[in-house]
């Protein structure tokens, strides 16, 4: 099968369960929604921006990471991965396919997401300052599109190396919202873990140069700037991916 | 009595519990032992720095206690339960009672532990646990695990999915949670009601030797810390009737 | 005994389960056959407690399974043999099991051995074949020795040993004088099973009568004749048999009187005859011909 064929299937593959709709359903809703209330809440002391607009983001991503990974282990749990591997027997193909469609998906709900966001808030808050006027705030929202999807890539390569539809997700979300921050904790080589890890990164890409009362636009001790940030973090992604489809091509099915 | 026994002997003889056990404690007491090691005159080493990496252990049980149940809804096990317990909330309560118990020793080794690695490494930081404000930060982890497991059980058996369920209850406590406080003005208020907060209140209000950002964020708590025990005690318990009644009406 | 009196199952505009009454007697094998998707199953989960009727109730022993003290005890269900976690061993699901209702380690050694898996106690159920998943699954249902068992498609997937095996050992259940109930969707094997039948089909009843009778009713003799001189001898058969012709080949399709008798009167009226054939009707055609109207999805025909 050629790869336009294979991106076909797996994009009829992943429309055709409900938990894609519902994640990003939720993923938009609830994020969109919150940006909602953060900016009626805004006043003179908290005022209005585009970065305070996208405050919410991080939720959609880890709910997109969520759908990522359930599109590769739901394949394992009902053992479609075999009809998969039957169908395109080299393996690498229809699973660089299933992790183009599923990045793409992720990239045009991010920006759905950031968009929705900051166009939400520029309607409850008219007379805000919320022009996009500065490469940092166009990278602030436009950007956001590039993180969700390295953020699939990097949750698909999860799902495949683990299978487990229960370890993947818990993996992945435990290490994003939790591990990253509690790293921090160790006195003095903390920080400078810190520096290294991967959401630190896409955080700096997406907040440099942004300061806001949510966030002071720093990461002045980044080893990168904001698009180093993201190749870094874009080189990690794909990294995990090629290790999890070596890892598939070998292992038994 | 009975009952008890057929869950504990459910939940020992499959294998993701224990990985998850030794997962939460091992992880728990190791990053504990890598922060003793780091700790310097500038950030010294004190009870309450020996805790930080609690709710690391706390997420894991979770995730187990979520499993528990879920696990019986995919395998149809849970069938083969209501067959054998037709009554269903004896059983679920059964489930959730082994669980907790399970989850508050884990969190007792996982505390006392982190205490005593970190005692060991530093000897000679004060490490005595001579208030009853470091009493309750450590020994307080068990009651804090139990009560997170009993929350867990309860959104497993509403939910039944594992992937549906772990996602809720990781995003809902390592995010939502957080994220609220960006709402400017209000966001602080509704923190103050949100369950985990309470938790992480019980185990560190009044504990000042915490650094920077590790605590609870500055929050004006309505209750003291043993009022916010109960007031996540009240939560998880409350859904847990939630979940029972629903699990009671609904078809198995 | 079950009864099973009105019992009504929705899932939203579909009815599953419409207005199904029946009794099930102690003593013999039961049979509940019908088509797939006819309500069996979701019958099945009613009797045992599962999922609650919209309309009607199922007795067990003029109990609600709800009611039941130790169930296990009064009653055993095989409904599915993969209700079992794959990475627990065959003993530790049947010990669960038995500590719920009081029943001791030593049973379940037993029963273990009753179905032949005692080699094979400490391996993890998943990794079982469908066959020996289905013994375990007996083997649970076995516990608490019930006087009760419900099995629903028992057979499906098995080995023609299995199927002999579960065949024999139903029959022992039912000469102990214990009621058997037992699902599924091929009459040729309940025909070798079952005593009794409870015929339904989308959810309602289609019939209840012994096994022996339902056949009889369900594959009428018919004796095809063929012979030069057809019209006279449909005449001459008017009077004592129904006569049709087949629609093929003209040949005449007599029912009500039997080879003999139909080769007796064409000599004594010097007719030749060129076809004398019994036709004995197969069950599934008979099967087919009466669920017809109550099967969910057709195959189309090519």
């Not at chain 1, 585009?50 to 599109?71: C, D, E, H, K, R």
């Not at chain 3, 003993?91 to 380690?105: C, G, M, P, T, Y």
């Not at chain 3, 010097?270 to 999805?297: D, W």
Request: glycine content about 8%; hydrophobic content about 50%; some cysteine.
């Amino acid at each position: 099968m050629d790869q336009v064929t294979l991106l076909a299937v797996e994009r009829i593959k992943l429309f055709s369960t409900r938990s894609p709709w519902w994640c990003m359903a939720l993923a938009m809703v609830i994020t969109i929604g919150m940006a909602a209330v953060i900016a009626a809440n805004t006043d003179e002391r908290f005022p209005l921006s585009v970065p305070v607009s996208q405050g919410f983001t991080n939720f959609g991503m880890v709910v997109i990471m969520v759908m990522a990974a359930l599109a590769v282990t739901t394949e394992y749990r009902f053992g479609t991965i075999r009809s998969t591997f039957l169908a395109a027997p080299d393996r690498v193909r229809p699973l660089l396919a299933k992790t183009t469609v599923v990045a793409l998906l992720s990239a045009l709900v991010g920006e759905v997401i950031a968009f929705g966001s900051w166009g939400i808030g520029r309607l409850i808050k008219p007379d805000a300052d919320m022009a996009l006027n500065s490469a940092a705030e166009w990278r602030n929202v436009a950007g956001t599109g590039l993180v969700f999807a390295f953020a699939a890539v990097l949750a698909v390569a999860v799902g495949i190396l683990v299978r487990q539809t229960a370890a993947a997700v818990a993996i992945l979300l435990v290490y994003t919202m939790l591990l990253e921050n509690l790293i921090g904790i160790i006195p003095t080589i903390g920080p400078k873990i810190q520096r290294w890890l991967i959401g630190r990164n896409s955080d700096h890409f997406l907040t440099a140069g942004n300061e806001s009362f949510i966030s002071e636009g720093g990461g002045a001790d980044q080893p990168f700037g904001p698009w180093g940030s993201l190749a870094y973090y874009a080189a990690v992604c794909v990294g995990f991916l090629v290790v999890a489809l070596v890892v598939a091509k070998r292992r038994d099915a | 009595m009975t009952l008890l026994a057929v869950e504990r002997i459910k939940l020992f003889s499959t294998r993701s519990p224990w990985w998850c056990m030794a997962l939460a404690v091992t992880l728990t007491v190791g990053m504990a032992a890598l922060i003793a090691a780091n700790t310097n005159d500038e950030f010294p080493l004190s009870v309450g720095v020996s805790q930080s990496f609690s709710n690391f252990g706390m997420i894991v049980i979770m995730v187990m206690a979520a499993l528990a149940v879920t696990t019986e809804y995919r395998f149809g096990t849970i069938r083969a339960t209501f067959l054998a317990v037709p009554g269903r909330v004896q059983a679920l309560i059964a489930k959730t009672v082994v669980v907790a118990v399970l989850a508050g020793v884990i969190g007792e080794v996982v505390a006392f532990g982190s205490w005593g690695i970190s005692t060991l490494i530093k000897p000679n930081a004060d490490m005595a646990i001579n208030s009853s404000v470091e009493w309750r930060n450590v020994a307080g982890t068990g009651l804090v695990f139990a009560l997170s497991a009993v929350l867990a059980v309860a959104v497993g058996t509403l939910v039944r999915q594992t992937a549906g369920a772990v996602a809720i209850l990781l995003v809902y406590a390592l995010l939502v949670e957080s994220l609220i406080g960006l709402i400017p003005k209000i966001g602080v208020n509704i923190q103050e009601w949100m369950p985990f907060m309470h938790a992480n209140n019980f185990l560190t209000a009044d504990s000042a030797a915490l650094p920077e950002g590790a605590g609870p964020p500055r929050l004006d708590f309505p209750f003291g810390p043993w009022g916010s025990l109960a007031y996540f005690a009240a939560i998880s318990v409350g859904l847990l009737v939630v979940a029972l009644a629903v699990a009671k009406k609904r078809d198995a | 005994m079950i009864e099973a009196a009105g019992l009504t199952k929705h899932y939203g505009p579909t009815v599953a389960v419409d207005d199904l009454s029946f009794t099930v007697e102690a003593g013999r094998v039961t049979g509940f056959l019908g088509p797939n998707g006819a309500g069996k199953s979701t019958t099945m989960r009613m009797i045992l407690g599962l999922d609650t009727p919209n309309k009607g109730q199922a007795l067990i022993d003029g109990k609600r399974y709800s009611e039941l003290k130790r169930p296990l005890g009064t009653v055993g269900a095989l409904l599915d043999a993969k209700w079992v976690h794959p990475n627990r061993s065959a003993r530790s699901h049947l010990r669960w099991l038995a500590k719920s209702n009081h029943i001791s380690d030593k049973r379940v050694d037993e029963v273990l051995e009753m179905v032949g898996l005692t080699a094979v106690a400490k391996r993890n159920a998943g990794g079982f074949s469908l066959g020996m998943a289905q013994r375990l699954g007996i083997a649970g249902a076995l516990l608490g020795d019930p006087k009760v068992l419900l099995f629903d498609e028992p057979v499906n997937g098995l080995d023609p040993e299995g199927i002999v095996w579960i065949r024999q050992f139903m029959h022992r259940l039912a000469a102990d004088g214990r009621t058997v109930l037992v699902s599924s969707h091929l009459l040729s094997e309940m025909a070798q099973t079952a005593h009794e039948l409870i015929v339904i089909g989308k959810g309602k009843l289609i019939a209840q009568t012994s096994t022996e009778q339902f056949i009889k009713d369900a594959t009428e003799d018919n004796v095809r004749v063929r012979s030069p001189h057809a019209v006279k001898l449909r005449e001459l058969l008017a009077g004592s048999a129904t006569v049709t012709s087949d629609e093929v080949d003209g040949a005449l399709v007599v029912h009500g009187l039997d080879p003999a008798s139909i080769g007796d009167l064409a000599a004594a009226n010097g007719i030749v005859l060129h076809e004398l054939s019994p036709q004995r009707g197969s069950l599934e055609a008979a099967f087919m011909q009466l669920t017809k109207e109550s099967v969910e999805y057709h195959a189309a025909e090519s």
